[in-house]
C-alpha cells in the first residue's frame, strides 16, 4: 500500500504500475529506490575494485605541515628508521600496535582484510583538536596545547579510529542514530581493548577511559569518555549508561557519540564477568554479523545468537550467553519476545 | 556581519558555538559571500569523528546559511573561525 510515500515491501514492477496510474507517493518511492540501488551498487563497485588490490598492509605517514590538507609529505614508511619527529614515530608504532593486533587475534588483515595500506596524516591543521577517518586514511591534529595535546600519539585514538575503517568494510554501520552510536560502541571497545592490550594491564587495572591521553590539566575532566561510567569523563560528557536516560536528540548526528555510552557500558559489564579476551571476540564476530541500519535490539540479538555459537564451538565460557544477557539487561536491554 | 557557528562532531563531539557581529570591509565580506555560494561536492559519508560546520552569516539582507563537512569548508571560512575561536 502507498500512502503518504510510505510504501512497504512492494515489488517495483507494481510501482511501477500504480505510478503509471498517476500515484505520486509511488512515483517517488520508485525514484528514491533506483536512486538507493545506484548508489549501493556504486559503493559495492568501490569495495570490489578494493578487494581486488592485495595490499601489505604498510604504514605509511605524511606530515600535513600545519596545513588543512592530507598527504602533504611523506615523512615515514613501512620499514624506514624512526624519522627525528616524536609524532611521527609515534602514529608509526601505536598504528602498527592496532594493525599487529587486529591480525594476531582475529587473523584480520589490516582495514580490509586485504592489507589496504595504513595511512596516517599527522600535524594536520593549525592547533587542531580532532582525529578523524574519512573512509580511506586517518587523520589527527597537535591540539591547541590548552585543552587537548597530540592525538595521534594516543593509542586508544589510534585504534579507535582504525577500527572505524574495519567497521566499514564489516557491518558499515550508518553513521546516524543508533546503528550510529554502535558505529562510535565499536570503536570505543576496540580502543579500549588495545589500549588495555599496548599498557599491558589486566582489566582490575584498567581506567576504562578513552582519551585519557589526549586532554591537558587544564580540560575540565580526565578524558573524553569513560566506559565504565558514562557521562563522568568531563563536564560536557552527557552519555547515559542506561536506555532510561536515552538521548533522543538531533544534535551529534542524533547521538553517535552520546548513545553509544549504552553498549559501551554493557561491554564494560560483560569484561567484568567474563573477561576482555572473551569480550573482544564475541564484540569482534558481532561487528561482522551486524548491517547498515542494525539498532540496539539487532545488537543484543545478534550478539547473544553469536555468543551461543562460540560457545558451541569451544572459543568461549559456558557462561558466556548469560553474562552478555545480564549486562545488556543492565543497561536497560532485554530481548524483545516475539 | 552577524555570525552564528556552531561546530558539531569529532573524536570528543563537544560542540562549540561562536555568535556575534563583526566590523568586515565590503572585501572582505565579499570574499566569505563567495566562499558561502560554494557548490559543494557530494558529501563524504565515509567520514568519521569528523567535524561538522553550521555557518550563518549575515548582513543586511544577505543571509547564508550552510553546513559544511570537514574536507568541504572553504579555506576563507576556516580563517575566519580560527580567527573567531582565537579571540574568544
Redesign the interface.
Known sequence: MCNNHQCHIVPPHILEALAKRGSSSCKKTLNDTYRFMEKRKSILNNLLQREALQGNADRLIYDSQNQ?QQRVALVRKEGETETGDVTVNKAYDTSGFVRDFFKDTFDWDSVDNAGLDIVSNVHYG?EY????????EMTYGDGDGVE?TN?ASAID?VA??LA?GIT?FLANLE?FSQSGAL?EHF?DVFGTVIKQKFLKQDISEADWLI?DTVVTDAFPGVA?RSMKAPGTA?D?DQQPDHMDNYYSGM???QG???NSGIPNKAFYLSCLEIGLDECALIWFETLKALWRTADFDDMLEVILKTTVQLTDEGKVCDSATQAIEKSFAAVGLVQVAV | MKYKILI????????KRYEGEVILTSQEMDVLFTAMEAVLSAP????????SYHIRLEHGNRIYDKRFN??D?P?AI?NFV?QLKQGA
Open positions: 588543512y593549525m583538536n580532532n582525529a578523524f577517518w574519512d573512509g580511506d587537548f592525538f585514538v579507535h579510529e572505524h566499514q553513521y558505529n570503536s582519551g573524553i568531563n560536557f544534535a551529534d548526528n553517535v557519540h552520546i | 558539531e562532531g569529532g573524536f570528543a563531539a563537544i560542540p563524504n559519508e565515509a567520514l568519521r569523528d569528523a567535524f570537514e574536507p569548508l579555506n576556516r580560527t
